[in-house]
């Protein structure tokens, strides 16, 4: 049973709209990553959380650690930010969550 | 360079083959994990090191797989009599409390 769970899988989405994607986690994750990662390429660390919220450029990542729930925001979303958007959590090791699909088309 | 390097960043064998990955962390990070990932998959967790303890194996990690962290510093991944499931990319953090760093990982491919 993964202690991760993040929805939705798959998104596609046109150029300039706003974006979520959304994690649910388990007792015992201290602090939430926000990561991504490019067709083939490794993974790049976007935000890092325990609490509140954090923004970067057009990112947006926000926690809720009452409700064990984390959001990715992308807002004017751009082709380029094609690419997995995974959320891992914290416990002694990092638990990944299977990573949502997101295509932006122009 | 203060990030974490994976070496090679690919590598081809043949079945039955042995291959070993290197991961360097970021110097002061006592925390090293490895992962595994396969095409469409969020990364599965094989391992981890506190300093030099290797601390848990996943189930995922047979017999064939081992992995070492001589002195808590580098840390070495090795896959013995490579099976064509063993082709995925193999990750590499390193953290120092929360925060983690990745590795670009080591892409396998066995044919």
């Known amino acids: 049973k993964n202690e991760v769970e993040q929805s939705p899988q798959n998104l596609t989405a046109q150029e300039g709209e706003f974006i979520t994607i959304n994690c649910s986690y388990s007792v015992g994750i201290s602090a939430l990553h926000w990561l991504q990662q490019h067709p083939g390429g490794g993974i790049v660390s976007l935000f890092m959380l325990s609490s509140g919220k954090k923004k970067h450029g057009r990112l947006i990542a926000t926690i809720n650690i009452q409700e064990k729930h984390s959001s990715l925001h992308i807002t004017a979303s751009h082709p380029r930010d094609s690419a997995v958007y995974i959320c891992a959590g914290n416990t002694d090791k990092l638990i990944f969550g299977t990573g949502t699909r997101l295509q932006v088309f122009p | 360079d203060t990030g974490v390097s994976q070496d090679p960043r690919h590598k081809i064998t043949k079945r039955g083959q042995n291959v070993t990955f290197r991961c360097d962390p970021i110097s002061e990070h006592n925390r090293l994990y490895w992962y595994r990932q396969t095409l469409g998959q969020g990364p599965e967790f094989l391992t981890y090191?506190?300093?030099?303890?290797?601390?848990?194996k996943s189930r995922l990690l047979s017999d064939r797989f081992s992995a070492e962290r001589p002195k808590g510093s580098f840390s070495t991944l090795e896959i013995q009599r490579t099976e064509q499931g063993d082709s995925a990319m193999y990750l590499c953090a390193s953290s120092w409390g929360a925060e983690a760093f990745f590795g670009q990982g080591t892409r396998l491919t066995v044919v």
């Open positions: 090191f506190q300093n030099e303890a290797q601390l848990e």
